[in-house]
T-cell receptor, first 115, second 114 residues
């Protein structure tokens, strides 16, 4: 069985400061890892993914994430936070793709960026 | 390019009334389709997924049902709504077998049962 943990319900950061949203995972075999963002009353938007290759993945809106196999982590980062980054962030994991592709989502972390 | 449409965007229904939420995908064929429910603005609960026409898998026993009458159409239904059915319903699609990519989500349907 696969699982995702987002240990923080909420992350607070001042605008201009770096931000980190944490994610750890458990999956059999090679993991496929994803980050999504959700603004209020909207659907989830894809930010970035790790499938294979470079451990540092760059995505939309200046976000990046680092895949750490030994720590089974895939933390989301941004060097300088913006107030507009305030949203709900979801980490997701899946194993090898098959006919029934069902990624597992974390519970979400609310990011609040203060002016 | 592919797009996903979900409607209605908001819905207020009395307890015991029926429900129909519709989701359609354009620009792709034979996608995997998913219905999620999000309660209280937090975690996603997978309700149903489908890998093809008429093929529906239910993840959670409940008051809801799903159907896929056409390749790119996914419908979430209920015969009699309960208060606990209130929530934010999200439809999503994926290219299917062999793809390791992300899911693509619709804009959601906010259901309030009174």
């Amino acid at each position: 069985a696969q699982s995702v943990a987002q240990p923080e319900d909420q992350v607070n950061v001042a605008e201009g400061n770096p931000l980190t949203v944490k994610c750890t995972y458990s999956v059999s075999g090679n993991p496929y890892l994803f980050w999504y963002v959700q603004y209020p009353n909207r659907g989830l938007q894809f930010l970035l993914k790790y499938i294979t290759g470079d451990n540092l993945v760059k995505g939309s809106y200046g976000f990046e994430a680092e895949f750490n196999k030994s720590q089974t982590s895939f933390h989301l980062k941004k060097p300088s936070a913006l107030v507009s980054d305030s949203a709900l962030y979801f980490c997701a994991v899946s194993g090898a793709s098959g006919g029934s592709y069902i990624p597992t989502f974390g519970r979400g972390t609310s990011l609040i960026v203060h002016p | 390019s592919q797009t996903i449409h979900q409607w209605p965007a908001t819905l207020v229904q009395p307890v015991g009334s029926p429900l129909s939420l519709e989701c359609t995908v354009e620009g792709t064929s034979n996608p995997n389709l998913y219905w999620y429910r999000q309660a209280a603005g937090r975690g996603l609960q997978l309700l149903f997924y489908s890998v093809g026409i008429g093929q529906i898998s239910s993840e959670v026993p409940q008051n809801l049902s799903a159907s896929r009458p056409q390749d790119r159409q996914f419908i979430l239904s209920s015969k009699k709504l309960l208060l606990s059915d209130s929530g934010f319903y999200l439809c999503a699609w994926h290219p299917g077998q062999g793809s390791t990519g992300e899911l693509f989500f619709g804009e959601g349907s906010r259901l309030t049962v009174l």
